[in-house]
């Protein structure tokens, strides 16, 4: 029996190749052959400035508001019915609810679209609560939103099992003073290494 954090998106959700691929996947639907390196240009830009480089560079017909509601409702339905989980984790979550485990959720996902994921792949009901930063108005860059995550689960940090796979979230749990227990996600490859040198346990298929 655990106290854990888990972490959504790249740790239990396998949704971290979407947000990578997002511009593509967009582009394509709307019939648009996507730049070579459009992973690159668009990944520092927000929704608003992917949408004005899509209309501006790429002839994209509409207003910057009208594909940043058509790209929310891509996110939206894969959310809601395409996403499926990574290898072992559904597994994982269920054996850990089994054995009595008290988890919840912290994901920078909005919650409508963390729960629907949940609740549609069968582990939603494990779960306490699902907590997002805006809810907790912290950020998961600071140690903060872990020690509030705690304090609402009535945890000591010292005794709470955080699952992450983003470096910047791993070091603010671990600064909280929480076990890390890091998950391998590709899109997080660059970063694996210091991940690995801060984390109590690994999880890599």
Same mark, same amino acid.
């Given at each position: ?8 998106? @790249? ?11 997002? &511009? ?22 927000? =929704? ?13 017909? @509409? ?7 058509? $790209?929310? &409702? $891509?996110?939206?339905?894969? *959310?809601?019915?395409?996403? @499926? ?9 269920? +054996? ?25 792949? @069968? $582990? ?29 689960? &009535? ?5 709470? *099992? ?5 470096? *910047?979230?791993?070091? +603010? ?6 076990? =890390?227990?890091?998950? *391998? ?17 690994? $999880?890599?298929?």
């Amino acid at each position: 029996m655990k106290n854990i954090i888990f972490d959504m998106d @790249g740790t239990l959700l396998d949704s971290m190749g979407m947000w990578e691929n997002l &511009g593509t996947i967009y582009l394509k639907s709307r019939n648009i052959t996507p730049p070579d390196d459009i992973k690159e240009i668009i990944e520092a830009k927000t =929704l608003d400035e992917a949408a004005e480089y899509f209309i501006n560079e790429l002839h994209l017909e @509409g207003t910057v508001k009208q594909v940043v509601s058509e $790209i929310v &409702g $891509i996110i939206r339905d894969k *959310y809601f019915n395409e996403l @499926g989980m990574k290898p072992g984790m559904k597994e994982l979550v269920l +054996s850990e609810y089994a054995d009595g485990s008290k988890m919840c959720i912290l994901t920078t996902t909005a919650r409508e679209l963390a729960v629907a994921a949940l609740k549609r792949n @069968g $582990i939603l009901h494990c779960f306490t609560d699902v907590y997002t930063p805006e809810q907790l108005k912290l950020s998961k860059r600071t140690p903060e939103i872990f020690l509030k995550t705690c304090e609402i689960m &009535g945890f000591e940090p010292s005794e709470t *099992y955080v699952y992450e796979d983003a470096l *910047y979230a791993a070091k +603010s749990a671990k600064a909280a003073g929480c076990k =890390l227990v890091a998950v *391998y996600d590709n899109m997080q490859r660059n970063d694996w290494s210091e991940i690995e040198s801060l984390a109590d346990e690994i $999880i890599k298929d």
